[in-house]
């Protein structure tokens, strides 16, 4: 656990003021839910609740069916990081998304790219680890938006091969999928 400097007293309410500075960091906006956990030793410690964390199995399942029809590495991730995977390294289990996933989930529309050199470091990252997605050189990610909100997004990355209307379609069937199980 990393401790941040910050005491804050609670209210009569039983409120507690979360300093801005880690609600950007841990990306929590107003209205966002949070998990409670506590431990033996008396520790409170508060999670921002993901949906899509309840999907595990389907995700994985989704995941690998994924990769089996199109060959390429497929992640579901949650607004944060990388939930399951097919097909690739397994060093992007649990990486974080980068600034084009965000993008991508806060927009709410799917994305597709394609570039002849691969992923190099004036890129904006998809995921966080460059030394990771550079070995790829296409993308298509699509939203998993529940409600109207973001919850996490499918990811296709691609080795040699471009990234087109299938790819994309696929990603945004698998989304919508995840979308309607989140739902029920």
Do not use: W
Not at 54 to 82: F, M, P
């Amino acid at each position: 656990m990393k401790a941040t400097g910050v005491v804050r007293r609670m209210d009569d309410l039983g409120r507690i003021v979360i300093p801005k500075e880690v609600r950007r960091t841990l990306r929590i906006r107003d209205g966002d839910p949070l998990e409670i956990y506590t431990d033996r030793d008396g520790e409170i410690i508060f999670k921002k609740y993901a949906p899509i964390g309840e999907l595990g199995n389907y995700a994985k399942e989704y995941a690998d069916a994924l990769y089996e029809a199109t060959s390429h590495t497929a992640c579901i991730c949650d607004d944060r990081t990388v939930l399951a995977i097919a097909g690739g390294s397994k060093q992007l289990a649990n990486q974080a998304i980068g600034p084009l996933a965000e993008q991508t989930l806060e927009k709410g529309e799917t994305l597709v790219i394609n570039l002849d050199r691969g992923f190099q470091e004036n890129d904006a990252p998809i995921l966080a680890p460059r030394d990771i997605i550079s070995q790829y050189s296409s993308a298509a990610v699509a939203p998993i938006l529940v409600a109207g909100e973001p919850g996490g997004c499918v990811l296709l990355l691609g080795k040699d091969a471009q990234m087109g209307d299938i790819e994309k379609k696929l990603c945004e069937t698998a989304a919508n999928f995840l979308a309607k199980q989140l739902e029920r």
